[in-house]
């Protein structure tokens, strides 16, 4: 697995370092540079995922390392992070107009540079895949229904939903599809106990309620959003002429639902006869796996944690914290960043 590749370019010899354990900590690959020049250098020769800048350095400082790194096809769009110890509004609005994509100041703690980074580098991805097309979007082009429902999709203003908004309420009547463009959603059961089980987690390019649409039944859980997110949603009329003018959509749906059905259907064998160990394990791999830039760090909140895996709270918590002791990942509020990705894959029940 390729990890994401960070440059560091600042002159103070104790920040570079302290910043450079800290990423690398967080299983970051880290290029350092001590001045400007040698920084483009560095940026055109390893070609970095993100860049953290100083602004204020000898020689070439941070606004002419930005300057001159737009300059080049290479890295011209490679997110790039301001850190100066000076807060004054005029200084964050040159670095903005010059193209920044964010400005940290000095001293800021650990968490709030790699949630920084982090923000930053799944952009970065979501931007990528727009670009080059995924297979789906690919078939678009060559295919007269699929280029149809992509035209549907376009045509339709995305809504956005705020963290914890529903979406829509289970036995609520199917309203269509509902297709993620930015964010994650979740869908949930409550037990009888009132328990939450999380029956799905769906990510940028997931389709939502294709069970429903096809059964012509109410929804059979609720679908919330897990964060600010954006979702165009399909209405069922528009839906059922494409699928009747044209076949290849249609085949397209029933491979998708095909493959959530089966989805499910592991879900549920592993929460029968997994251990508490293994299907804490389950969940986190299956965070990770989701990811559009893989990543060590995961955010997701106990709750949620315990809804995926079918457990009391209590139980999340206890067996994260043996996770900890074990080395397998460490944890800091919602934020848990998997230090042993084998040993995740190893456990056994």
Request: glycine letters at 6%; one cysteine or more; charged letters at 30%.
């Amino acid at each position: 697995m390729l990890k994401a590749k960070v440059l560091v370019i600042e002159d103070h010899d104790p920040v570079r370092i302290s910043i450079i354990e800290m990423l690398e900590m967080a299983n970051y690959k880290v290029f350092e540079a001590d001045n400007g020049k040698l920084g483009i250098e560095m940026a055109l020769r390893h070609r970095p995922d993100i860049i953290l800048c100083d602004i204020m350095m000898p020689g070439l400082d941070g606004y002419g390392v930005l300057h001159m790194l737009n300059k080049y096809v290479e890295t011209s769009t490679t997110p790039f992070i301001f850190l100066s110890a000076k807060a004054d509004h005029a200084d964050l609005r040159k670095g903005m107009e010059m193209g920044a994509d964010d400005y940290l100041t000095k001293p800021f703690d650990d968490m709030e540079l790699l949630n920084a980074i982090d923000v930053r580098l799944r952009k970065k991805a979501y931007y990528e895949i727009q670009q080059k097309n995924n297979e789906f979007k690919k078939l678009l082009s060559k295919t007269d229904g699929l280029t149809e429902f992509a035209q549907l999709i376009n045509g339709h203003k995305n809504r956005e939903f705020k963290k914890n908004q529903v979406i829509y309420y289970e036995s609520d009547l199917g309203r269509g599809l509902y297709l993620v463009i930015e964010g994650r959603v979740k869908t949930i059961k409550l037990s009888e106990d009132g328990r939450e089980l999380m029956t799905g987690m769906y990510v940028e390019g997931d389709y939502i309620g294709i069970n429903t649409f096809f059964s012509n039944t109410p929804y059979r859980d609720t679908a919330t959003a897990m964060e600010d997110s954006k979702i165009c949603i399909i209405p069922v009329e528009e839906m059922e002429n494409i699928l009747g003018l044209y076949p290849e959509v249609a085949r397209k749906f029933i491979h998708l639902l095909s493959n959530d059905n089966r989805e499910k259907e592991e879900q549920l064998l592993q929460l029968a006869y997994n251990s508490v160990r293994k299907k804490m394990a389950s969940a986190i791999l299956r965070l990770y796996r989701q990811q559009t830039v893989k990543n060590e760090l995961l955010s997701i909140a106990r709750d949620d944690l315990a809804a995926m895996s079918c457990m009391a709270t209590e139980t999340v918590s206890r067996t994260l914290s043996d996770f900890r002791d074990e080395k397998l990942i460490d944890r800091k509020g919602v934020i848990i960043t998997i230090l042993d990705l084998e040993g995740l894959l190893k456990i056994k029940n």
